[in-house]
């Protein structure tokens, strides 16, 4: 059951779902023109922080020892954008971002349990640019940033900028009991998915 704009702000209120610092305004009043909050799901915004995986003569082997996330970082440019220093994300180029938000998906308030997905927004794939592709799911006892591969499948530049809405969160109840089976990602402060 995927929950309501209303039902995810219960569930941020109640702890069940934390999103840090919490999206607002909650309501669209008269005079806003932004409300993060859309019928069944809640917008999500860019860090400042971004990785450049470097082009090589390597191939990435995941079935080698060492973490995909130590590997990344090793061949990676990290750059941070400011509102005056945008990205220009040229047609074919790859990054690594994540989101301003940190999100959790607690455990300790017991069932009914909490998951969600992360998804693009329409209008970011209308420009041709794919926010989070092929991953979308955000298990139960999830917390840290929520790393987003995206890619210019676009015919020009695409600006990223810090603290733009860029993905979307759908927040889903879970039926049952689950036992504990964290991430490797898991608390992952940076792109590539390191603490």
């Given at each position: 059951m995927?929950l309501?704009n209303l039902?995810?702000?219960?569930?941020?209120d109640?702890?069940?779902?934390?999103?840090?610092?919490q999206?607002?305004?909650?309501?669209?009043d008269p005079g806003?023109?932004?409300?993060?909050y859309n019928?069944?799901a809640?917008?999500?915004?860019l860090?400042?922080e971004?990785?450049?995986?470097?082009?090589?003569?390597f191939?990435?082997?995941l079935?080698?020892?060492?973490?995909v996330?130590d590997?990344?970082?090793r061949?990676?440019?990290?750059l941070?954008l400011t509102e005056e220093?945008p990205?220009?994300?040229?047609p074919k180029?790859?990054v690594?971002?994540k989101?301003f938000?940190?999100?959790?998906?607690?455990t300790d308030?017991?069932?009914p349990?909490l998951?969600?997905r992360i998804?693009?927004k329409?209008?970011?794939?209308?420009?041709g640019?794919?926010v989070?592709?092929?991953?979308?799911t955000?298990h139960?006892?999830w917390n840290g940033?929520l790393?987003?591969?995206?890619i210019n499948l676009?015919?020009?530049?695409?600006l990223?900028?810090?603290?733009?809405?860029?993905?979307?969160l759908?927040?889903e109840?879970?039926?049952?009991?689950?036992?504990?089976n964290?991430s490797?990602?898991?608390?992952?402060?940076t792109p590539e998915?390191?603490?």
């Amino acid at each position: 059951m995927i929950l309501s704009n209303l039902e995810i702000q219960n569930a941020l209120d109640k702890g069940r779902l934390v999103i840090d610092p919490q999206p607002s305004p909650r309501k669209i009043d008269p005079g806003v023109k932004y409300c993060p909050y859309n019928t069944t799901a809640v917008d999500l915004k860019l860090h400042n922080e971004i990785s450049i995986p470097k082009a090589g003569t390597f191939a990435y082997d995941l079935t080698k020892p060492g973490s995909v996330s130590d590997f990344l970082a090793r061949n990676s440019k990290k750059l941070f954008l400011t509102e005056e220093q945008p990205f220009p994300l040229e047609p074919k180029q790859f990054v690594l971002a994540k989101t301003f938000e940190k999100i959790g998906l607690p455990t300790d308030k017991g069932p009914p349990y909490l998951a969600a997905r992360i998804e693009g927004k329409s209008s970011r794939s209308r420009c041709g640019v794919l926010v989070h592709f092929t991953a979308p799911t955000v298990h139960t006892g999830w917390n840290g940033h929520l790393t987003l591969e995206i890619i210019n499948l676009g015919p020009t530049t695409f600006l990223l900028r810090p603290e733009m809405p860029i993905a979307q969160l759908i927040v889903e109840q879970v039926k049952g009991e689950l036992f504990p089976n964290p991430s490797q990602f898991q608390n992952q402060s940076t792109p590539e998915g390191l603490p």
